[in-house]
C-alpha cells in the first residue's frame, strides 16, 4: 500500500497512516520526490498523526526525506507527532534536529503558507 | 503470568508484536509513555531480526508481581550474529546507522534491562520494562 | 509468705491500680494537641485496652520476644496508636512515653509484690526487654506514617500546582508549587505534553518560583520535555529560578542553551507574546 500523496494548491501533504516495512518506505520516498519535482510545489507536509510508534528506522526515513525534498528547494514540514512519540523520540537520541515540526496539520499549512509568502514577496 | 510469541517473517509480523506489546503493557498497568517505550523497543528490536536475519521470533511475557509491574521482550533470530557485543550497545552515535547492533543502544535507553547473546546462527536479545507499584499513579 | 509471682500474676491481681499509675504518666506526656484530640476519658480507654492485651500476652508460658503469637494483639494496638497520633500531629516523645512509661508503673509494684530478688530480677529484665521492643515498634510505625503523610501531602501540592492555565492564545502557564521527585516529574512531563497538544499551544511557561529545589535528574527530565515540546511546535520557557537554583544548574552539564529560561514572570510572558507574534501596546486615547 503506497502513501497518498494530496495536492492542496501549492503544497503537497503526505499523510503516513500505515506502517511502512523498509521497501514500503523506500517507495514512500521515491514517490514523494518524484511528485515535488514534477508538480513544481513549494512546501510539503509529511503528516504523522496516525503513527503512535515511530522507531529509529523511520525517524532515519523521515529525517532523510524531508531533507532531500529540502536539497529539491522545496520546504518541508513534518507535523502530527504523538506526544508520547515525541518523549520517546528525545529518550532515543533521535531527536530529528534539522527537520522543521509542527503540531498539526493546520499549523503546518499555516507556517509553509508564511514561509512561502515572505520567499515570493523577496524575490518578486 | 501471560505469554505471547510472534513469528516475524515481515512487517505484519513488527505490526502484530507491536500490537500484542501494548495491549500486554496495558493490562499489566503500564501508563501510555511506558507503552509506547516498550512497543518502540519492540519494533527496534523485531525490525533489526526482519532487515539483517531475514526474521525471529519474538516472545512477550508478562512477569509482573505484587512489588513490579513488569513486561520482557526476548527477540530470538538465526542470523549471521553480531561480531563486537560490547561496540554494538556502545554509545550509539558511533554505531553505524542501519548496522545489525545498531538499535540496541536505543533498547537501552528506553528500557530497564537488556541482556544480548549472540553467536553466528543464533543471537537473543533480552529486554524488560520494570516500575514499582508504588511509583504508579 | 514468699509466692512465686510473675508479671502477669501482678497484672490480673493489680490491674486497677497499675493502669491509674500508667495513666497517669501518659496524662502528663500528652501535648496540647493530644488533649485537644482526645478527653482523659478516651485516653484512659486507650491505656486500659492496651494493658489488657499486654495482661493477656504477659501471662503466656514463656515471654522472651514479641514475635510469639501472643503479643500480636498487643503489637497491632499499639501499631494504631502509633499511627493515629503520628497522623494527628503528636510529638514522637508523647508517642514513645505512652508505652514507655508502663515501664516504670510496674517497677513499682513490682517491688511491692515480689520477695525474692532474683525472681524480681529476672522478671524485670523480661520486662524491660518485651517493653523496649514495643516501644521500638511505635517508634518505627510513627516514623512510617509520619513519612507517608509527608509524600501524601507533598503530591497533592503537585496536584493541586499542575493544572496549567491557558492565558492567551496558544499560550500556556503552567505553575509548579512543591517538592518534586523523579517519578512525579516523569509523569507532570506526560501530562504537559499532552496539554501542550490539547490546547494547540506554542509556548508553555514553566514557573518554579514555588518550587524550593529542583535536583539533576529532574532538571533532566525539564530538558526532555523542552526538546520533546520543540518536536511538536511549541517552545517551554522556564521562569522564576531563584539564584541558588541557577547557581546550582550551571554546575550540572547542563547548559542555559539548552534549557530557555527567563528571570521573571514577566519577562517570561513577554518573550512568550514574542513568539506567538503578538505585542502588547497601550489603547488610544
Known amino acids: 500500500m503506497r502513501v497518498p500523496i494530496l495536492k492542496l494548491g501549492n503544497l503537497l501533504i503526505a499523510s503516513i497512516q500505515v506502517e511502512l516495512s523498509d521497501t514500503g518506505a523506500r517507495r514512500f520516498q521515491d514517490d514523494l520526490l518524484e511528485t515535488v519535482a514534477k508538480s513544481d510545489a513549494d512546501g510539503v507536509v509529511i503528516d504523522i498523526a496516525a503513527l503512535d510508534v515511530v522507531d529509529s528506522y523511520l525517524a532515519r526515513i523521515l529525517s532523510e526525506t524531508a531533507a532531500q525534498v529540502n536539497l529539491l528547494g522545496t520546504k518541508a514540514v513534518l507535523c502530527g507527532m504523538q506526544p508520547a512519540v515525541a518523549l520517546t523520540l528525545v529518550e532515543m537520541g533521535r531527536e530529528m534536529l534539522g527537520v522543521t515540526t509542527r503540531l498539526d496539520l493546520d499549523q503546518a499549512v499555516g507556517s509553509l503558507r508564511r514561509k512561502i509568502g515572505t520567499q515570493q514577496a523577496e524575490h518578486g | 503470568m501471560g505469554e505471547r510469541v510472534i513469528a516475524v517473517d515481515d512487517v505484519d509480523g513488527i505490526i502484530a508484536a507491536r500490537q500484542a506489546g501494548r495491549e500486554m503493557a496495558r493490562i499489566a498497568g503500564f501508563g501510555s509513555i511506558d507503552q509506547t517505550r516498550i512497543i518502540t523497543a519492540i519494533s527496534e528490536l523485531t525490525r533489526n531480526a526482519l532487515i539483517h536475519a531475514s526474521g525471529g521470533i519474538c516472545t512477550l511475557t508478562d512477569d509482573s508481581d505484587d512489588k513490579f509491574i513488569r513486561i520482557a521482550v526476548r527477540v530470538d533470530d538465526h542470523g549471521p550474529g553480531i561480531p563486537d557485543i560490547e561496540q554494538a550497545l556502545a554509545d550509539g552515535f558511533t554505531t553505524i546507522e542501519g548496522s545489525y547492533g545498531s538499535g540496541l543502544p536505543i533498547v537501552s535507553r528506553l528500557l530497564s534491562t537488556l541482556v544480548i547473546e549472540s553467536e553466528p546462527g543464533h543471537t537473543v536479545v533480552s529486554a524488560a520494562m520494570s516500575r514499582h507499584r508504588s511509583d504508579l499513579r | ?285
Open chain 3, 1 to 285: 509468705m514468699a509466692v512465686e509471682r510473675t508479671v502477669a500474676d501482678l497484672l490480673s491481681d493489680r490491674q486497677e491500680e497499675v493502669l491509674d499509675n500508667w495513666f497517669e504518666a501518659v496524662k502528663a506526656a500528652t501535648g496540647p494537641r493530644g488533649r485537644e484530640l482526645r478527653s482523659d476519658n478516651e485516653l484512659k480507654a486507650e491505656v486500659a485496652a492496651l494493658l489488657s492485651t499486654l495482661t493477656s500476652a504477659f501471662s503466656a508460658e514463656s515471654y522472651d520476644s514479641i514475635d510469639s503469637p501472643e503479643f500480636a494483639a498487643s503489637v497491632e494496638m499499639l501499631q494504631e496508636i502509633s499511627a493515629a497520633r503520628a497522623r494527628q500531629g503528636s510529638s514522637p516523645t508523647e508517642t514513645a512515653t505512652f508505652v514507655l512509661s508502663l515501664k516504670n508503673s510496674l517497677l513499682v509494684f513490682m517491688q511491692e509484690e515480689f520477695d525474692s530478688p532474683e525472681t524480681l530480677n529476672s522478671e524485670i529484665i523480661k520486662m524491660n526487654n518485651i517493653i523496649d521492643m514495643l516501644a521500638l515498634v511505635t517508634f518505627e510505625t510513627f516514623a512510617n506514617e509520619r513519612e507517608r503523610v509527608v509524600q501524601a501531602q507533598s503530591r497533592s501540592i503537585l496536584e493541586l500546582s499542575t493544572p496549567a492555565v491557558e492565558i492567551w492564545d496558544e499560550i500556556l502557564l503552567v505553575p509548579l508549587v512543591g517538592v518534586i521527585d523523579t517519578p512525579r516529574a516523569q509523569q507532570f512531563v506526560e501530562n504537559l505534553l499532552e496539554t501542550i497538544v490539547e490546547t494547540e499551544s506554542r509556548v508553555a511557561i514553566l514557573d518554579v518560583t514555588g518550587v524550593p529545589v529542583i535536583d539533576t535528574s529532574v532538571a533532566r527530565h525539564i530538558l526532555k520535555a523542552t526538546m520533546a515540546a520543540h518536536m511538536l511546535g511549541a517552545r517551554i520557557l522556564i521562569t522564576g529560578i531563584s539564584p541558588e537554583m541557577a547557581q546550582t544548574w550551571t554546575k550540572l552539564d547542563l547548559s542555559s542553551a539548552d534549557l530557555h529560561t527567563k528571570g521573571s514572570l514577566r519577562a517570561g510572558l513577554r518573550e512568550a507574546f514574542a513568539i506567538v507574534g503578538k505585542r502588547v501596546a497601550d489603547q488610544e486615547r
